[in-house]
C-alpha cells in the first residue's frame, strides 16, 4: 500500500475523480448508498466520469481508513497519480512574483488544522503551504477529508531543511512573517502587500528557534479577554485574509 493513496468522503472523492479519474483505482461505497440523497448524487457523477463503483460492507470501509469516519464512500488512488504534478517551490516564486503569497507551516501533527490549512488556503488564494517533511503531518486521508477537496487543488510542498528554505526565500525577495503571541509587535501594523510568507508554529511548541531566527518579522494578532492563542488554522486564517485585505486596499487607490 505504500504507493498508493486512501481517499475517504464525500467531498474528498469527489474533489479526486474530478481532478483525475486516472488516479483513481478503485471506489468502494457501501451497499445502501441509494437510501442517501449525497451518494446518489456522487454515484452519478463518479459514473459519468466514465468510473465504476464497488460495493462494500461498512465493515471493509472501516477497515479502509481506520477510525476515520468515511461517509459510505472510500476511493484507492495509485500513488503515482494521486501526487498531482505541482510547479516546483522556486518555479512558484519566480512565477508569481510580487502577488506571491505562501503559507509555511512548522511542525503542524493535527490533521484537522492541515487540512483547515488547506481549505482557507484555496480561499484566500494562497499559491503554496510549505511544511517540514519530518516531523509533521502530510497529506494523509484524515487530511484530504477535511480539505474537502482543497488538498488535491492548493500545492503542497515538503521540505527537508525548513531554515534553509526560509533562507533561500528571503534571498528571492520573500518577506517572512512569522505569527507569535509573545511579541509587541503588531499583525495589523505590517506592510503584507508584497511577496509575502506567513509563517505558522506547530500546535504546542509554536515556531523552532531556527525558524523564528529566519523570519524578517514575527508579529502578533490582536487578542482581548483572557485567550492567549487561538488555534493554529484559525491565526493561519487571520493572517492570510490581513494579507488580501492590504493588497485589496492598495489595489484601490
Known sequence: MSNQQIVYGV???HAA??????AVETIFITKDWQRHARLRQLVGFIESSGLEVQIASKQELASL????????VVARLSGAAAQKAFLTLEEIV????KELLLLILDGVTDPHNLGACLRTAEAVGADAIVAPRDRAVGLTAAVRKVASGSAERVPF???TNLARTLRQ??????????????TDV?????DLSGPVAIVMGGEEK???RLTREECDVVAAIPMQGEIESLNVSVAAAVCLYEVRRQRSAKSKN
Open 17 to 22: 475523480v474530478k481532478e483525475s479519474t486516472k
Open 157 to 159: 510542498i515538503t521540505v
Open 206 to 208: 509554536g515556531m523552532r
Open 65 to 72: 481508513v481506520g477510525e476515520g469516519r468515511h461517509q459510505g
Open 186 to 190: 503588531g499583525l495589523y501594523q505590517q
Open 169 to 182: 526565500l528571503k534571498d528571492e525577495g520573500v518577506w517572512l512573517v512569522g505569527a507569535a503571541g509573545e
Open 11 to 13: 467531498h474528498a472523492v
Open 94 to 97: 519566480a512565477y508569481r512574483g
